[in-house]
């Protein structure tokens, strides 16, 4: 199951986000098209990718920004992307462009030094926007923990796209994280599981201020917990569940 779109669209563009996933995108593409030998990859990964030894040895402190814009390939490319263009839009909104673009780069950080915590002498390089994007959800969970979210099910030989409140969605994405934190083997490589749940910790805590500036609880009861803008309208999905009619 994964997340394809929200019910609450920004009604104003959200530049930073479009150009956040612009920016990725061209440096996959460049990534993909240049740097195709095994050297070339671990030359812009020692300077480029956060490698928690580095950080612990004092150097590097960069690759906690620079890291966040490299990815292993195109199936990371695209969830991250997916969910950033998901989650993205009504958190700058909210919070205004440029506070945004300095809260998803500290988000960033913050998860990568999460991933440093778990094992600061692990010389596994880590990548990708995932820490940040996670700090997004986190940030989108507080302010509008009942927006509605598509989710996109499939099960083997039928597939359905049904709605769940944000909290549902994103609470058990965060709880599959934590789980797969305390299990995981950073020094084997894998998914950067710490980076994820550090990540979303991070973002709720940074957007902790402007929810109590809109007025906390209060900001949920004027809002419903939803995105303060009027709900699009999608056509019914039909779905190839089959339908078993009763005697």
Same mark, same amino acid.
């Given at each position: ?66 890291? &966040? ?17 998901? %989650? ?65 099910? %499939? ?67 004027? &809002? ?24």
């Amino acid at each position: 199951m994964f997340p394809i779109r929200d019910h609450n669209p920004s009604e104003r563009i959200p530049y930073v986000t479009y150009v956040l996933i612009a920016i990725n995108i061209v440096i996959w593409g460049w990534g993909a098209v240049f740097v195709t030998t095994n050297a070339q990859v671990n030359s812009l990964y020692l300077h480029y990718a956060m490698i928690p030894i580095l950080i612990t040895e004092g150097e590097n402190y960069s690759s906690l920004i620079t890291s &966040t814009f490299l990815h292993a390939g195109p199936l990371h490319l695209a969830g991250n992307m997916l969910f950033l263009f998901i %989650f993205g839009d009504n958190l700058e909104d909210e919070m205004g462009h440029l506070p945004y673009l300095l809260f998803y780069l500290a988000c960033g950080a913050a998860a990568d030094l999460a991933q440093w915590a778990a094992d600061p002498m692990s010389a596994v390089p880590t990548v990708g926007a995932s820490g940040a994007i996670a700090g997004v959800m986190g940030g989108y969970l507080l302010l509008f923990p009942k927006a509605k979210v598509d989710i996109f099910a %499939f099960f083997v030989v039928f597939f359905r796209i049904f709605p769940v409140p944000a909290w549902i969605m994103l609470g058990l994405w965060f709880g599959l994280q934590l789980f797969n934190s305390i299990g995981s083997d950073t020094a084997g490589g894998g998914v950067a599981y710490w980076a994820h749940s550090g990540g979303f910790v991070i973002g709720m805590i940074f957007t902790l201020p402007l929810w109590l500036r809109r007025g906390a609880v209060g900001f949920w009861d004027k &809002t419903h917990g939803h995105p303060p803008h009027p709900a699009a309208k999608y056509p019914i999905q039909n779905t190839r569940i089959p339908k078993v009619r009763r005697k």
